[in-house]
């Protein structure tokens, strides 16, 4: 008898499934650094004369990640429905857990540069610029006539009496249009400085020992050039006004350690430094670029076309 229904049986069942997910955002290094710079005057010595400024150069570049992992419990809870009805199947979350692991590095290199052991330097721009444009069409219906009791009795009598043999003329479904630009940048500055790695002869002191001609012989084993490349500005906003300024600020540092090489030995004091910053320029010449003369203006615009004039904001 105890096993006469056992078709009938309507004994649940509950098992427990475990599900992970794991999400992350990795922001790698840059191949090129990013660098600023700051330039410092030279030191007074004999006859209030003054050594080469100085520039000291920070490269930097940052290396960080989000990993976020999603944990939950779900328990599944099976019914058999017995003989006469379908089996039946429940979830649900009993338990969750979420953790969110950051890892940030910074690595930065700040090296002493003379000026005058500067053979050039270069400042490039690059500018890329993408203008997508998202249009959208509807059929809008023309709203119901708002006629008195007077005109739709008219309005019947002239349909379905004074016209019986007319076509029926049907108001036509206005179409819509609107239209939308989506301005993407990319701005970069890249400068390339080239210099003399080796700049002051006098440093190892055992050499001295040496004549000036096996002096001579040994720095000119160990002269090198090396040309540093660093970005002066990298990022994505779409107004160019910073951009615009750094631009500014490229070609102020550029100009300052061209006319200060070209002061060699009488380097400039502080006072001095100060004001070859402040120089202003006196005339331009050429044609300059201007990135709006083949990407036309930005912002969205909206219009109606088709059928019917409609206006939508």
């Known amino acids: ?31 090129i650094k990013n660098g600023f710079g700051r ?83 270069v400042a490039q721009t690059e500018v890329k610029r993408a203008t997508a444009k998202q249009t959208s069409r509807r059929l809008k219906t023309p709203p119901p006539e708002d006629l008195s009791c007077c005109g739709q009795t008219k309005k019947w009598c002239v349909t379905k009496v004074c016209c019986c043999c007319c076509s029926p003329t049907v108001t036509p479904a206005q179409v819509v249009e609107t239209s939308r630009d989506e301005q993407s940048a990319t701005r970069t500055i890249i400068v390339k400085i080239k210099h003399v790695v080796h700049s002051n002869v006098h440093t190892p002191s055992n050499i001295q020992v040496l004549d000036a001609k096996e002096q001579h012989d040994f720095y000119k084993k160990k002269f090198e050039e090396e040309t540093i490349k660093f970005y002066y500005l990298h990022n994505d906003e779409v107004n160019e006004a910073n951009f615009n300024s750094k631009m500014r600020e490229a070609e102020a540092l550029a100009r300052v350690i061209t006319q200060i090489k070209a002061l060699k030995p009488h380097y400039p004091d502080p006072a001095q430094l100060q004001e070859i910053f402040r120089l202003q320029e006196v005339s331009s010449i050429g044609f300059q670029s201007d990135e709006h003369m083949t990407t036309g203006t930005s912002g969205g615009t909206t219009a109606t076309v088709n059928l019917s004039t409609v206006h939508e904001t």
């Open 1 to 31: 008898m105890g096993n006469a229904c056992a078709l009938c049986s309507n004994k649940s069942q509950k098992k427990t499934i475990q599900a992970q997910s794991v999400t992350a955002a990795i922001y790698q290094k840059k191949e």
């Open 39 to 121: 330039i410092y005057a030279g030191v007074r010595h004999d006859d209030k004369k003054y050594t080469s400024p100085v520039l000291a150069l920070h490269l930097w570049s940052k290396d960080s990640s989000t990993i976020k992992t999603h944990g939950g419990t779900i328990g599944v809870v099976n019914q058999p429905g017995g003989l006469f009805s379908t089996d039946r199947s429940n979830s649900m979350i009993t338990n969750t857990n979420q953790r969110q692991e950051s890892k940030f590095a910074l690595d930065e290199t700040i090296q002493m540069i003379p000026l005058e052991d500067i053979i050039s330097i």
